[in-house]
């Protein structure tokens, strides 16, 4: 018989994580909901940062049709995905000291906001930083990582801990170490990750989680529309007015 298409192999490996996560965390994704619609009704701000490239995950819940216009993306420069040259320094920053410190003083985050740090591993420094400092600042932390790195690599932080370990919920996106689900006879190295796709859909998960949570306790949910259909930039428009102190990526 033959194997089936790689491409074939790759839907089958994300849709058996997505449907392990689902099973799995759905009581940790009902607490990250929570407390992000308990943010979003106390007038709080609420930020995603991402390391590496766990940086598209957190992009795609910030100004983004169907979602929450009150998420703001809070960024590292260099250390956010691969926007610097060359790209590895952005992976040899996530291992400096003192950069999580400095981004949280020099932004707006403040006690009782709310940040999502996302990072695959969780065991570089500047996650494990980010998601320590934010909660010693009174702000909450909901984790998005894979908790299986954590029992089968070293953490790169001085004190050995991991982001999980400095969160009030962790969302474990059931990732293997190494991110490749495929293997072929002829290539020496696995390949196709799946992280960005199970990770986003958590993300999601959290956010329309969120708006039902608003809107049964009778609160309307800042959610954007598309500005590619009528009325849409205009909606967003009135949303952002009503949320001016929580919508913070549209100031200069």
């Given at each position: 018989?033959?194997?089936?298409?790689?491409?074939?192999?790759?839907?089958?490996?994300?849709?058996?994580?997505?449907?392990?996560?689902?099973e799995e965390?759905?009581?940790?994704?009902?607490?990250?909901?929570?407390?992000?619609?308990?943010?979003?009704?106390?007038?709080?701000?609420?930020?995603?940062?991402?390391?590496?490239?766990?940086?598209?995950?957190?992009?795609?819940?910030?100004?983004?049709?169907?979602?929450?216009?009150?998420?703001?993306?809070?960024?590292?420069?260099?250390?956010?995905?691969?926007?610097?040259?060359?790209?590895?320094?952005?992976?040899?920053?996530?291992?400096?000291?003192?950069l999580a410190?400095?981004?949280?003083?020099?932004?707006?985050?403040?006690?009782?906001?709310?940040?999502?740090?996302?990072?695959?591993?969780?065991?570089?420094?500047?996650?494990?930083?980010?998601?320590?400092?934010?909660?010693?600042?009174?702000?909450?932390?909901?984790?998005?990582?894979?908790?299986?790195?954590?029992?089968?690599?070293?953490?790169?932080?001085?004190?050995?801990?991991?982001?999980?370990?400095?969160?009030?919920?962790?969302?474990?996106?059931?990732?293997?170490?190494?991110?490749?689900?495929?293997?072929?006879?002829?290539?020496?190295?696995?390949?196709?990750?799946?992280?960005?796709?199970?990770?986003?859909?958590?993300?999601?998960?959290?956010?329309?989680?969120?708006?039902?949570?608003?809107?049964?306790?009778?609160?309307?949910?800042?959610?954007?529309?598309?500005?590619?259909?009528?009325g849409g930039?205009?909606?967003?428009?009135?949303?952002?007015?009503?949320?001016?102190?929580?919508?913070?990526?549209?100031?200069?």
């Amino acid at each position: 018989m033959s194997p089936l298409p790689l491409a074939d192999q790759f839907f089958d490996a994300a849709q058996r994580l997505l449907a392990r996560v689902r099973e799995e965390e759905g009581e940790a994704v009902a607490r990250a909901g929570a407390l992000l619609a308990d943010t979003v009704a106390a007038g709080g701000r609420v930020f995603a940062y991402g390391a590496g490239h766990s940086a598209l995950p957190a992009q795609d819940v910030v100004y983004r049709a169907g979602g929450l216009a009150v998420v703001n993306l809070l960024s590292v420069p260099g250390a956010s995905g691969v926007d610097v040259q060359p790209a590895p320094l952005s992976s040899a920053l996530e291992r400096v000291g003192g950069l999580a410190r400095a981004t949280l003083a020099t932004s707006p985050a403040r006690a009782g906001d709310l940040l999502f740090v996302i990072s695959l591993s969780g065991r570089n420094v500047l996650p494990v930083e980010m998601a320590s400092q934010a909660r010693a600042l009174g702000l909450r932390v909901v984790g998005v990582t894979s908790v299986r790195y954590a029992a089968e690599t070293t953490s790169q932080a001085a004190d050995g801990t991991f982001l999980k370990d400095h969160c009030d919920v962790v969302l474990d996106n059931k990732i293997a170490p190494g991110d490749a689900e495929l293997t072929h006879p002829a290539v020496a190295a696995p390949f196709g990750p799946a992280s960005t796709v199970v990770t986003s859909a958590l993300m999601q998960a959290v956010v329309a989680t969120a708006a039902g949570e608003l809107a049964d306790r009778g609160l309307e949910p800042p959610l954007l529309r598309s500005g590619n259909i009528d009325g849409g930039t205009e909606w967003n428009q009135r949303v952002c007015e009503r949320h001016a102190d929580q919508v913070l990526w549209q100031r200069r």
